[in-house]
């Protein structure tokens, strides 16, 4: 069984700060390129950010560029997402998504977490 779970999402102010986490279980973890994904009210869902298997190379949307950063432990089966300089725009929900990349069976998605970006 598969699950996904994030955490660190809440309320902050416009210039602020969270640490978004999302552990895994029952996957061989370092099988498979993560991501963060996000939706807004209204909005399609859209890629925040990737990083491969090997955590050698990550990839972000042009809004997260230069403000958020991707990372990946292997051993504690865990990825996270810094996001700095937070703007009124970010508020969003964001979900984790696990893939084997070129592989046929579907992804994973873990069930989101809220950041609102408010003063």
């Known amino acids: 069984q598969v699950q996904l779970v994030e955490s660190g999402g809440g309320l902050v102010q416009p210039g602020g700060s969270l640490r978004l986490s999302c552990a895994a279980s029952g996957l061989m973890f370092s099988r498979y390129v993560m991501s963060w994904y996000r939706q807004a009210p209204g909005k399609e869902r859209e890629l925040v950010a990737t990083i491969t298997s090997s955590g050698s190379s990550s990839n972000y949307g042009d809004f997260a560029k230069g403000r958020f950063t991707i990372s990946r432990d292997d051993v504690k089966k865990t990825i996270y997402l810094q996001m700095n300089s937070l703007k009124p725009e970010d508020t969003a929900v964001y979900y984790c998504?696990?893939?084997?990349?070129?592989?046929?069976?579907?992804?994973?998605w873990g069930q989101g977490t809220q950041v609102t970006v408010s003063s």
């Open positions: 998504n696990a893939k084997i990349p070129g592989g046929l069976v579907p992804s994973y």
